[in-house]
């Protein structure tokens, strides 16, 4: 997994490639991305208590649209090497009655006007197994997360949306996968770091 400081400028992909069922949506985002969450042995990172609810939040955000999809799997270095040689165990996590498998896309979340995080999939995992805190502005944001915004104004009305064979499409499906209650996130631009302190295992 690459490594980003939290709230770095995004420049990991250069367009968003938004995943629906039978295709995908492709654009250049006029937004501003902000790195989140792209730990990376031997890196440090800040650790703390997340609020109750967060974890679960985070993970209905991975079970939605899959952002930038690849076709391997990143692993978490954070965790101890394997003691045997083979290819490196993949991380799943169970969701409703879906089974999740982390570190081959990302998420997006809105904060501001005019400005989104970027994480990847394995966020979850570093709140979760390794104590990772992340920034203050992305707590908020996730628990304010609106999952309609891949059909509202984020994606430009020429995005280029094509089916799983290449042919174009007029209007895809790009309605959420799983609808949570919540206010959209407002003025929550990125003024401070996150707070906690800083590991380094």
Same mark, same amino acid.
């Given at each position: 997994?690459?490594?980003?400081?939290?709230?770095?400028?995004?420049?990991?992909?250069?367009?968003?490639?938004?995943?629906?069922?039978?295709?995908?949506?492709?654009?250049?985002?006029?937004?501003?991305?902000?790195?989140?969450?792209?730990?990376?042995?031997?890196?440090?990172?800040?650790?703390?208590?997340?609020?109750?609810?967060?974890?679960?939040?985070?993970?209905?955000?991975?079970? =939605?649209? &899959?952002?930038?999809?690849?076709?391997?799997?990143? $692993?978490?270095?954070?965790? #101890?090497?394997? !003691? *045997?040689?083979?290819?490196?165990?993949?991380?799943?996590?169970?969701?409703?009655?879906?089974?999740?498998?982390?570190?081959?896309?990302?998420?997006?979340?809105?904060?501001?006007?005019?400005?989104?995080?970027?994480?990847?999939?394995?966020?979850?995992?570093?709140?979760?197994?390794? =104590?990772? &805190?992340?920034?203050?502005?992305?707590?908020?944001? $996730?628990?304010?997360?609106? #999952?309609?915004? !891949? *059909?509202?104004?984020?994606?430009?009305?020429?995005?280029?949306?094509?089916?799983?064979?290449?042919?174009?499409?007029?209007?895809?499906?790009?309605?959420?996968?799983?609808?949570?209650?919540?206010?959209?996130?407002?003025?929550?631009?990125?003024?401070?770091?996150?707070?906690?302190?800083?590991? &380094?295992?």
């Amino acid at each position: 997994m690459a490594h980003f400081a939290d709230l770095s400028v995004y420049t990991y992909h250069p367009e968003e490639i938004i995943g629906f069922p039978g295709g995908a949506t492709s654009y250049q985002p006029s937004y501003e991305r902000l790195n989140v969450g792209w730990l990376d042995a031997p890196h440090e990172w800040e650790t703390g208590i997340v609020p109750d609810g967060f974890a679960d939040a985070l993970l209905d955000i991975i079970a =939605g649209r &899959r952002i930038n999809q690849m076709r391997g799997f990143h $692993v978490c270095t954070l965790c #101890p090497a394997p !003691t *045997s040689p083979g290819r490196p165990r993949t991380l799943d996590v169970k969701h409703r009655s879906r089974t999740l498998y982390l570190g081959s896309s990302e998420i997006r979340v809105p904060s501001g006007p005019g400005t989104m995080f970027a994480a990847p999939t394995l966020i979850w995992h570093y709140v979760t197994a390794h =104590g990772y &805190r992340p920034p203050d502005a992305f707590v908020r944001a $996730v628990h304010a997360y609106d #999952p309609e915004w !891949t *059909s509202g104004p984020w994606v430009p009305a020429d995005a280029d949306r094509r089916d799983s064979r290449g042919n174009p499409l007029v209007s895809p499906d790009l309605r959420p996968l799983f609808a949570r209650t919540g206010t959209p996130a407002l003025n929550l631009r990125p003024g401070s770091g996150a707070t906690g302190n800083r590991s &380094r295992r």
